[in-house]
Each structure stands twice: as C-alpha cells, then as structure tokens.
C-alpha cells in the first residue's frame, strides 16, 4: 500500500492556530498551578542533578544561592514542572528550552562574521512555542530587577518583547517559506546591549583566550603552552583520562562534513583541562582541548561538554526520544539558528554523551548591568524577534500566527505572567539560601 502525504492549504493551517484559542485562551497565560507540584523546587533541582559530578554541586548551589536570577538560569528543571503544570496551546516548535536573556550572544559564523543569537540549546526540545516565551519573561523581569528597573518597566519590557514575536510572526506567515530559513536581523548593532556584546566578541579572538586560559611551559621566547590551573574552574587532565577525551575526537571528526573534518585534521592536539561553566550546567563534565594549527599563532578550541536530558523532556510524550543527547542539542541549534558553530557537532565518552563545539570563538554575552536604563526594552524586543525567527524555522509560522491574532491580550497575559513567575522564583531561591544555611548550622 502507497502512504500518501497530506498537505494543508496555507488557510487551513491559519485556521488550526485560531481553533487552539479554545484550548488555552490567550488572555490565560498568566496561570500558575504552583500547588500542582509534586516535589519542592529544591528536590527537583537536585533530581535534575543526578549523575553529575558531586563535588561541583556545592558550588552550583553557592551560585545559584547568589541572587533570583542566578537561581533561576539554574533551575529549569522547576520552570519545565510548573509549565507542564499549566494547559498548553499544543502548537509545537523546536524550542531554545532555556530562553532567557544571558543565552542569547554573539559569536563567529563559519564566513567569520559576527552574528547575535540564541546560543545555548542545551534544554532544546520539540515543544509548545510558548514554553520558550514564559520563561524568557520571567528571565526579563528578573533581569529588569536586578538591573535596578520598577516593576511596572520591567512588566512593560516582556510586553514590547510579546508584541514584537507577534508581530514578527505575522510576517514570517506572509512571506515564501524559504524566506523564513534566510531572515536575517539587520538592527542589531542598533540596539545598545547587543553593540557591547559584539564589541566584547570583537575583542575574544582565539589568541585571546590563548592568552586567558593557557601558560608557557618555560621563560623561552617560543616556549610551548599548556593550561592554566585555576581550581576550581580549570584543571589540567592529564594521563589516561586525557586519552580517553582525545580518543572521543575520532568519532567527533566521522560525524562532521567532510571539509570541517579536513579543517580539523590540520590541528594537533596540545593538552586537555576540565571546565566550569555556566550556572546551570555546573556539575556536568566539560573538556577543553586545545590544539595548534600552522604554530602557536594558530590555536583551537574545542569545548567537549556532557549533555543530560531536556528537562522538558519528561513532560512532553510525545517528544521522539533523543538516542544521543548531544545529537538532540546540535540538531536543536542547526533548527533554530540561522547561521551556526562550524565546528558544532556530537561525541562520546564511554556511556557519557557530549556536545563539541568551540569555545570562546569570538563569544560576547549580555551583562545585567548592560540592561539598565533603555538597554531593557530595546534588548526585550530583540529577544521577541529572535525567538519568533527561531520558532518559524521550525514549525509553521502561520499556525502561530493564527493562534495570536492582531490583539494585545496574549503580551498583556505573558507580562502578568512574568511578574508572577518571578515572585515565585524568588520564594524558591529563598528557600534555597534557607537550605543553605541549615546545612551550615
């Protein structure tokens, strides 16, 4: 028997996006079912951190105990339970899983010029496209706090945010499909926070970061170089372990297109350290291999970095499960982005998966401190519209479309939205520092 496929006019799915307004209203993504938990924050951060390296999990918590904001880029594992909590409009998309305003950046694309996007997809999943909006509002009042903005600014800045994804939306709905793929964001040296963070990027060169992270081995001019030490954030690894994250290079180089492969074949590996980083993904194991190319002018490096499951991933059924989930995390980047890592790509240590990327390559983030003033709302409306390129690459920007309308309503529930979601992340980061404390005592 012949399967054959089954299109939808352009009509039709305009008018499935309408028909989930009776799923969830617009005006009711302000809800909050905090009572619906069935474990405290605090559980299911730490369930969330089975498997990783104990003796960094101090530290993670130390982090996150720092301030609300810090908790929350820790602790997505609570924001998935407490979205799943709520109805959801069933509109699926490849979504970021951890939107907020330090994951997006600026970095190098394969032509070497500077782009500025989302950056982090470690929590990237097939899911409901306003998954990834619920928590970049909540990200952007935390922020908006934290940058010292009242409460009615930072509630104003995830509507402007709202506002411009729909209104990006609707125009992704009306233009020709392969269009959508090659949208390119053309403002944004226009907008203050995202100057600076190109500007740092301009400045991350890999002789740079040659110079931050790497020492001579002795006072020769020419002398060769090895990693700092800088406990605990940077360990040299040496000996048998340092072979088996070299060893995970081999089936890194068959998985890449052939003239990436060739690129990486004209560099050899030098030394190997153990990295800290970010907030919530401390814990897991992250490798640093640096290589040299033509000499010591030429370095490279690769970031090799432990991926856990989404944590959406138990909450979505449906979802096809990742066999690799480094795999998961590229292919959710290679969906979402425009214009990606060159030498993005997937490994193996042991049982362990990893994603391979390179590290610092003309990387440049967002600061709090770069948010005040303007910084925030012209900052959040970039957000919307990178968010809405993102979503349009990968599902049906008409359905989105259809399921917005003209209206205010939605930004309107997504700012009230925000505001809640903020103070109950600071009930939870209370609680942590409470918990903190007690194991002090």
């Not at 130390?62 to 069933?90: C, H, I, K, W």
């Not at 052939?258 to 907030?279: E, I, M, N």
């Not at 499960?321 to 590229?330: E, L």
């Amino acid at each position: 028997m012949v399967r054959v496929m089954q299109w939808a006019s352009p009509e039709e799915r305009r008018r499935l996006g309408q028909l989930r307004r009776k799923q969830v209203g617009r005006q009711a993504h302000d809800a909050l079912a905090i009572k619906a938990r069935r474990s405290p924050a605090l559980e299911l951060v730490q369930r969330a951190e089975r498997g990783r390296v104990p003796a960094l999990l101090k530290l993670k918590h130390e982090m996150m105990a720092q301030s609300p904001f810090l908790y929350f880029r820790g602790a997505a594992a609570v924001m998935a339970a407490d979205l799943a909590a709520v109805p959801n409009t069933g509109l699926m998309s490849q979504i970021c899983g951890d939107a907020h305003v330090r994951n997006l950046g600026a970095y190098a694309a394969a032509d070497g010029r500077l782009v500025f996007d989302i950056n982090d997809f470690d929590e990237t999943i097939r899911g409901p496209f306003e998954w990834d909006l619920k928590r970049m509002a909540a990200s952007l009042v935390l922020a908006g706090r934290g940058a010292g903005h009242k409460e009615g600014a930072a509630r104003a800045a995830v509507e402007l945010c709202m506002e411009r994804y729909a209104a990006q939306m609707r125009q992704f709905a009306g233009m020709s499909s392969l269009e959508v793929t090659r949208f390119q964001v053309h403002r944004l040296g226009a907008v203050e926070p995202v100057h600076d963070a190109l500007q740092k990027a301009e400045r991350a060169t890999p002789l740079h970061t040659l110079e931050q992270l790497t020492e001579a081995v002795s006072a020769e001019k020419h002398a060769a170089r090895r990693f700092k030490e800088m406990k605990p954030l940077l360990t040299r690894v040496t000996g048998a372990q340092a072979e088996k994250v070299l060893g995970a290079l081999v089936p890194y180089s068959e998985m890449l297109e052939p003239q990436r492969r060739h690129l990486l074949s004209l560099y050899r590996p030098v030394d190997v350290a153990f990295k800290v980083v970010g907030t919530g993904s401390v814990g897991l194991r992250d490798y640093c291999i640096y290589l040299e190319g033509n000499g010591p002018r030429d370095p490279l490096f690769l970031q090799m970095k432990e991926e856990a499951a989404s944590a959406y991933a138990a909450y979505l059924p449906e979802a096809r499960a990742a066999a690799h989930q480094g795999q998961r995390a590229v292919e959710g980047q290679r969906a979402m982005q425009v214009q990606s890592d060159p030498f993005l790509g997937w490994t193996h240590i042991g049982s362990r998966p990893y994603l391979v990327r390179q590290l610092n390559d003309h990387k440049g983030t967002i600061e709090l401190g770069d948010l005040a003033g303007s910084g925030l709302s012209a900052f959040a409306e970039l957000c919307g519209e990178l968010l809405a390129r993102g979503h349009a690459r990968s599902s049906d920007p008409l359905a989105i479309a259809g399921y917005l309308g003209q209206g205010d309503g939605f930004a309107e529930a997504l700012g009230r939205f925000g505001s809640l979601y903020a103070d109950q992340t600071e009930k939870d980061w209370q609680a942590l520092r409470r918990a903190g404390r007690a194991s002090r005592s």
